[in-house]
């Protein structure tokens, strides 16, 4: 049974930084690509970032590029995102999800496996 955990999120002041990270079993790690999500009250899910199952090609959405960093490590099955100079509005629940393929999605429905997610709030 394939299991995603997420761990690292929390309370921080805007400009700060954070960093998740996503454990993951049941299934070959290095066979696919991991994605990131996010959902704020009210609002749709949101793609954040993903990155491809051999770690050579990311991607991420418009809101966070050039503060955020997608990175995996194959060895220890788990993935990461780096949050920097975080804003009020990344306030949101986080998810990492698995994909059924090695190079992944911007949508999350294409996504077969999700973490219960984690909260990250930031302050103004």
């Known amino acids: 049974q394939v299991q995603l955990v997420e761990s690292g999120g929390g309370l921080v002041q805007a400009g700060g930084s954070l960093r998740l990270s996503c454990a993951a079993s049941?299934?070959?790690?290095?066979?696919?690509?991991m994605g990131w999500f996010r959902q704020a009250p009210g609002k749709e899910r949101e793609f954040v970032a993903r990155?491809?199952?051999?770690?050579?090609?990311?991607y991420y959405g418009d809101s966070v590029k050039g503060r955020f960093t997608i990175s995996r490590d194959n060895a220890k099955d788990t993935v990461y995102l780096q949050m920097n100079s975080l804003k009020p509005e990344d306030t949101a629940v986080y998810y990492c999800?698995?994909?059924?393929?090695?190079?992944?999605?911007?949508?999350?429905?294409?996504?077969?496996?999700w973490g219960q997610g984690t909260q990250v709030t930031v302050s103004s």
């Open positions: 990155i491809t199952a051999s770690g050579s090609s990311t």
């Open positions: 999800a698995s994909d059924s393929n090695p190079f992944g999605s911007n949508r999350w429905s294409d996504y077969n496996y």
């Open positions: 049941g299934r070959t790690f290095s066979r696919y690509a």
